[in-house]
T-cell receptor
């Protein structure tokens, strides 16, 4: 089957750095995406990795290792507004469909 | 429009009734996706459209679920003979094409089957 695993919950304090891991097992792979979703809101795109390595976008960075079927999202200088759920998603080859993980709920404490 | 829109925002229906959910993607976006999200859960892929055709319908849970897209734009997801387990938020997303990095999500339709 196809699956993505993420921690269910992570807690950190304002100003800290947090890493959310994602391991995947899918048939076919184009890339790994990360989405943020606040309670009651729609998911919003954060980053996409198609190749191994680190992609940096402001306070957020995302890493991919295709050989390990592993990626992570790194959030720096945490702010209260970063409290949300974070989903990794694999874009599968063949039909371009996405398989989403179950999400990691991030709580940022003052 | 400026973003993906969905209607209705909320729908309460009785078990056994049919419902239609609508998605208006961003103008010019050829790829359109439907997902289902149960409370506190991840997004479950339902169907992907490229233009008017659906290369991947593998996520539709049963033959009670169907979707169509006309004119390469608006899409309708239809659920026949609704069941209580169909209660969820149904999300639509679009992207410029299937190879795009980013999906843009609509606000979703919250479906409650009583």
């Amino acid at each position: 089957g196809q699956s993505l695993e993420q921690p269910s919950e992570v807690t950190a304090v304002e100003g800290a750095i947090v890493q959310i891991n994602c391991t995947y097992q899918t048939s076919g792979f184009y890339g790994l995406s990360w989405y943020q979703q606040h309670d009651g809101g729609a998911p919003t795109f954060l980053s996409y990795n198609a190749l191994d390595g680190l992609e940096e976008t402001g306070r957020f960075s995302s890493f991919l290792s295709r050989s390990d079927s592993y990626g992570y999202l790194l959030l720096q200088e945490l702010q209260m507004k970063d409290s949300a759920s974070y989903f990794c998603a694999v874009k599968t080859s063949g039909t371009y469909k996405y398989i989403f993980g179950t999400g990691t709920r991030l709580k940022v404490l003052a | 429009g400026a973003g993906v829109s969905q209607s209705p925002s909320n729908k309460v229906t009785e078990k056994g009734k049919d419902v239609e959910l609508r998605c208006d993607p961003i103008s010019g976006h050829t790829a359109l996706y439907w997902y289902r999200q149960s409370l506190g859960q991840g997004l479950e892929f339902l169907i992907y459209f490229q233009g008017n055709s659906a290369p991947d319908k593998s996520g539709l849970p049963s033959d009670r679920f169907s979707a169509e897209r006309t004119g390469g734009s608006v899409s309708t997801l239809t659920i026949q003979r609704t069941q209580q387990e169909d209660s969820a938020v149904y999300l639509c997303a679009s992207s410029l094409d299937g190879g795009s990095r980013e999906q843009y999500f609509g606000p979703g339709t919250r479906l409650t089957v009583t």
